[in-house]
Nanobody, 121 residues
Framework: QVQLVESGGGLVQPGGSLRLSCAASGFTFRLYAMTWYRQAPGKSRELVAGITSLTGSTNYADSVKGRFTVSRDNAKNTVYLQMTNLRPEDTAVYYC??????????????WGQGTQVTVSS
């Protein structure tokens, strides 16, 4: 079965760093775009960073641009989110998403269960 398992979350002080990992299994990882989302209490889920399947191009929310880096290792079926200079407003549950979208043909998406990131003094 499909699994996306996030890890690497935890408590960190403002200005600190964390590296999140998402290990995927049960599907052809290299064909899927991988995206990190986050959701803070009382807020909607928002896109943080994504990386495409074919080209490996990346995109970031303005709020994390220059601080976060998304990467993938297709040999390990893993996507990463390197977070630096963390701020309290980065506190959220971070979710890993896998998506394969062929317009008019297939739109498959999978979600991990999330990992908590707390940035606090």
């Amino acid at each position: 079965q499909v699994q996306l398992v996030e890890s690497g979350g935890g408590l960190v002080q403002p200005g600190g760093s964390l590296r999140l990992s998402c290990a995927a299994s049960g599907f052809t990882f290299r064909l899927y775009a991988m995206t990190w989302y986050r959701q803070a209490p009382g807020k909607s889920r928002e896109l943080v960073a994504g990386i495409t399947s074919l080209t490996g191009s990346t995109n970031y929310a303005d709020s994390v641009k220059g601080r976060f880096t998304v990467s993938r290792d297709n040999a390990k079926n893993t996507v990463y989110l390197q977070m630096t200079n963390l701020r309290p407003e980065d506190t959220a549950v971070y979710y890993c998403n896998a998506r394969r979208d062929i317009p008019g043909i297939v739109d498959r998406t999978y979600w991990g269960q999330g990992t908590q990131v707390t940035v606090s003094s």
